[in-house]
C-alpha cells in the first residue's frame, strides 16, 4: 500500500511546482496545460503516456484542441501521494 502524504508534506512538494494547484478538497493536484496546436496537445499526450506507464502511475485527463487538463491522484491511497508530485515534475519536464 503505497502512502498517503499529509497536507504539511503536499503543501512542501507542491511548492516545489510550477502551476499545479488542488483539487478534489485536496486529494489531487490539477494542471492546464496549452499548446499551439492539437498535434502539439497530443503529441505531449503520447509522451506523458509513456512516462505514466513506465511509472505505473495514470493520470486522469481531459483534452480540447491545444488544451489539456491533467489531474493526479493516487487510487491506492484515496489521495495523494509522492507518485503524483514525481509524475508531475516529470509531466513538466517533456
Ligand atoms: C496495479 C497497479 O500497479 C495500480 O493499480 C496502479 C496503476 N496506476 C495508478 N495510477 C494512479 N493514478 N493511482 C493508482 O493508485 C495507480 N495504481
Redesign the pocket.
Request: charged share 30%.
Given at each position: 500500500m503505497?502512502q498517503k502524504l499529509d497536507r504539511t508534506e503536499c503543501d512542501s512538494a507542491l511548492q516545489a511546482l510550477d502551476g499545479w494547484t488542488y483539487s478534489r478538497d485536496g486529494d489531487a493536484i490539477t494542471k492546464t496545460y496549452k499548446f499551439k496546436s492539437f498535434v502539439m496537445a497530443f503529441g505531449w499526450m503520447s509522451s506523458a503516456a509513456i512516462l505514466?506507464e513506465k511509472a505505473?502511475?495514470?493520470?486522469?485527463w481531459f483534452n480540447v484542441y491545444n488544451r489539456v487538463d491533467v489531474t493526479?491522484?493516487?487510487?491506492?491511497?484515496d489521495g495523494l501521494?509522492a507518485?503524483?508530485f514525481a509524475?508531475a515534475k516529470k509531466f513538466d519536464a517533456i
Open positions: 503505497i505514466a505505473d502511475h495514470h493520470p486522469e493526479l491522484t493516487t487510487h491506492d491511497c501521494s507518485r503524483d509524475l
